[in-house]
């Protein structure tokens, strides 16, 4: 297979990184093992801690038997619900602290004889190697007062009930009056989809180490939001939040799944707390899917009105998603029919079910992904309908401006993404007809699908630090799951300051840093670039003061707008000086300056800013497929995608990160789901042998094109693209599986039962 990275434009005429595909800085690290991940760090007293899961879905613990887990050789101790010291209990979620968000369930752990989900961790066994603690994790034998269990999402679908909306997501809508103008429409389309529940699958199992010194506790874990997990450490524990410290220097991958805090986390926390030793509590992959939630299920009805020209007239989007008793929040299933199609009349409704099972939570662009399943899937079956190439559809519904709120797009280049992708992808060889292009024996189809995710921006602190010998120090405590945080982060920085990239030093993933962004909501890149530039920005104030307090200076009675920052330092045409001899004139061995920012308004802004604007990374997904025809076997042999995520700051992370999303939708698409039994809520196949990811052989080459337009309201231009990658692509997967076989799937995933 042949690399190909795309080409991009420096962002900005001075740029000398931004722009440049750099390699990852974690890459020698990762690649020669050097990495520490959070099971990995040694302490001399280590104990291994191993769950015991609840096996009912809901009922009460009558009895614990913990004397043959005691009795093995090695065990320290087996906390129970009868032993165990009390955290105090989640805060509740609130949306006027968004750290409350960190609570993965309100359940108290070990303080409580509830059970309320199968899978639940009712003890902890903590002992001297992790083989015994799993060995006597599985002696502990529990009896149970059983009660009545809700746990069959399609069941309880039918009674689901409108959510109450979300302020930073977006939910419900109406304009016009959608069901009448559907009637009325000459061509339409009516479909009813589902998707199945799916689930983490990080290359890092969650995991933690947990060390308490008195009442300070030091925690190793792939936190992907290390602020709101520490506060709510610092909650559960009752101890001030400095005396908890977070280090997160690497995350395997977390897509959501490391966002809140989950029961191994608290356990392990715990657990070290109990014996006065330091914990690790490392979780299989089936203890994953027991205490780390995933995503909802969904049933979605979407239905499509056109007239003959195929100008769409009615637009209705509404969903059903599951939370749990115990927490989890409705998906914004319908969050992206909001942007994508000017109808005039618009109906879109989300609707919820509260089930006994583990509570869902954020996961690979959580509502986009799934609702683009459903709506593009829609559109394209609306142009089979009309008989009309479905990229011509797509453009002729292309809005001018919000289709429900009338808000201004900051950036919209829908029509310039596919134009280069049907380009690039050679669509025009594609014949329209279903079913009659062929390779070989193999039915071959192409399909489209728009990508959309909302662009959004969290607050985050910023110190950099300038060494007299021109190092430069960027601190914030971001998180580095991956993408090449540190790398980018370093671009900007060294682009800011005219510096050489090696100079730059970036330090992320300690909770004594300065609070970062969330690596969530693809918010985190574009949100420390902000901070990045700002501090910067004071920095060279400094230097430029430092400078023209000095007698001789070629920058006496200089203004910073005059002066470029480069070859390390500060120049104008008749000259300039580096910022080394600028320190050391002045006897300075550092300077350091500061970017501030607060969470209080965020929400606010977030809310009032979208009733004005329309800010979102966007994307042209192009599929093909070869489909066997006896066994209806689908097999993704062609990806191209071409995305406007504004500017790109390294085409090689960026190119990686969006790859990967294409990948989760190929999953998504074809072969992952959670299979959960209806009568007792137990997840049937918690293991990667049956829970099935795509592999190296399910994954053709994915070419990556951006348009690299920079977004004029952003810090560089940003828009982000941790999340876009996924979305539409399983979509263009259904809407080339219809291409190829005639045969239009409603329900994810597409196996090969749905197709015969
Ligand atoms: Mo994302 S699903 O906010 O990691």
């Known amino acids: 297979m042949s690399i190909k990275y795309a080409e991009t434009e420096p962002a900005t005429g001075t740029s000398k990184y931004v722009g440049q595909g750099v390699d990852r800085r974690d890459g020698p690290a990762k690649t020669t093992g050097q990495a520490r991940f959070a099971a990995e760090f040694p302490y001399p007293d280590l104990a291994y801690a191993a769950l015991v899961h609840a096996t009912i879905a809901r009922g009460r613990i009558t009895a614990l038997d913990t004397a043959a887990a005691r009795a093995v050789r090695g065990v320290i101790d087996v906390l129970t619900h009868e032993n165990a010291p009390a955290m105090k209990p989640a805060p509740k979620m609130s949306f006027l602290d968004l750290s409350s968000i960190a609570s993965g369930t309100s359940v108290n752990y070990l303080a409580t004889d509830e059970v309320h989900w199968n899978g639940q961790p009712i003890a902890v066994v903590v002992a001297e190697t992790p083989e015994t603690a799993r060995y006597a994790a599985s002696l502990v034998r529990p009896s149970y007062q059983e009660l009545p269990a809700t746990v069959d999402f399609a069941a309880e679908e039918p009674n689901a009930v409108p959510e109450r909306g979300i302020p930073i997501m977006e939910s419900g809508a109406d304009k016009g009056d959608a069901r009448a103008a559907l009637a009325a429409a000459p061509v339409s389309v009516d479909l009813r989809f589902s998707t199945p529940p799916y689930n983490h699958n990080a290359i890092e199992p969650h995991a933690t180490t947990a060390v308490w010194d008195g ?13 709101w997990l520490r506060k709510h450490l610092a909650q559960r524990f009752g101890v001030p939040e400095t005396s908890v410290r977070i280090l997160s220097p690497y995350v395997g991958g977390a897509f959501g799944g490391k966002s809140r805090a989950w029961a191994g986390t608290l356990l392990a926390a715990l657990a070290a707390r109990a014996t006065g030793r330091a914990v690790r509590l490392a979780l299989t992959r089936a203890g994953v899917y027991h205490t780390v939630g995933g995503r909802t299920p969904s049933t979605q009805r979407v239905a499509l009105g056109a007239d003959a020209t195929g100008r769409l007239t009615a637009l209705i989007h509404t969903s ?8 989890g929040m409705p ?5 992206a029919s909001h942007h994508l199609y000017a109808a005039p009349n618009i109906h879109l409704a989300q609707n919820v079910v509260q089930l006994d099972l583990l509570p869902n939570t954020f996961m690979r662009a959580p509502g986009e992904s799934i609702g683009t399943f459903a709506v593009e899937s829609a559109m394209d079956e609306l142009a089979w309908q009309l008989g009309m190439d479905p990229i011509e559809l797509r453009m002729r519904n292309e809005p001018e401006r919000g289709p429900v709120g009338g808000q201004r797009f900051t950036h919209r280049m829908l029509k310039e993404a596919y134009a280069l992708g049907a380009e690039r992808f050679g669509w025009s060889e594609r014949d329209p007809r279903p079913g009659v292009m062929r390779d070989g024996r193999w039915l071959v189809g192409m399909g489209v699908a728009t990508a959309f995710h909302p662009s959004m921006r969290m607050p985050a602190q910023v110190t950099v630090r300038l060494g007299a010998d021109g190092t430069l120090v960027v601190r914030s405590g971001m998180h580095e799951m991956g993408m090449g945080t540190a790398t980018v982060q370093a671009q900007i920085a060294a682009d800011e300051m005219g510096v050489p990239l090696e100079s730059v030093r970036v330090e992320y993933g300690d909770s004594d840093l300065p609070p970062g962004p969330g690596a969530i909501g693809s918010v985190q890149t ?21 400078a023209r307090r000095a007698p001789g200076s070629p920058l006496r009675g200089r203004k910073l707008e005059d002066l470029v920052a480069r070859d390390g330092g500060l120049h104008h045409a008749g000259g300039g000086q580096t910022y080394a001899e600028i320190l050391t004139a002045a006897g300075r061995d550092h300077l350091e300056a500061e970017s501030k920012a607060g969470m209080l308004g965020f929400v606010a802004r977030t809310v009032l800013e979208r009733r004005r604007k329309v800010r979102a990374a966007t994307g042209a997904q192009f599929c093909e497929v070869r489909v066997d025809p006896d066994t209806m076997e689908v097999r993704v042999s062609r990806w191209l995608g071409v995305f406007d995520v504004g500017t790109v700051i390294n085409a090689k992370t960026a190119t990686s990160q969006l790859r990967g999303g294409i990948v989760m939708g190929i999953g998504m698409a074809l072969s992952e789901q959670t299979l959960i039994d209806g009568r007792d809520g137990r997840i049937v196949n918690p293991s990667l042998s049956e829970y099935h990811v795509p592999v190296h052989a399910d994954v053709p080459h994915i070419d990556v094109h951006y348009l690299n337009e920079p977004d004029p309201t952003t810090p560089l231009g940003l828009l982000g693209i941790g999340e876009v990658g996924i979305t539409g692509v399983a979509a263009a997967v259904a809407n080339a599986v219809r291409h190829a076989t005639g045969k239009r799937v409603l329900d994810l995933p597409i196996t090969l039962d749905k197709l015969l």
């Open 526 to 546: 574009a949100s420390a670039a902000a901070g990045v530039i700002d501090a910067c920005a004071k920095l060279k104030k400094s230097v430029l003061a430092l």
């Open 215 to 227: 009442d300070h506790l030091t925690l190793h874990e792939g936190a992907q939001n290390i602020p």
């Open 331 to 335: 998906e914004p299933i319908t969050a």
């Open 320 to 327: 059903v998603s599951r939370t749990a008793r115990i927490g």
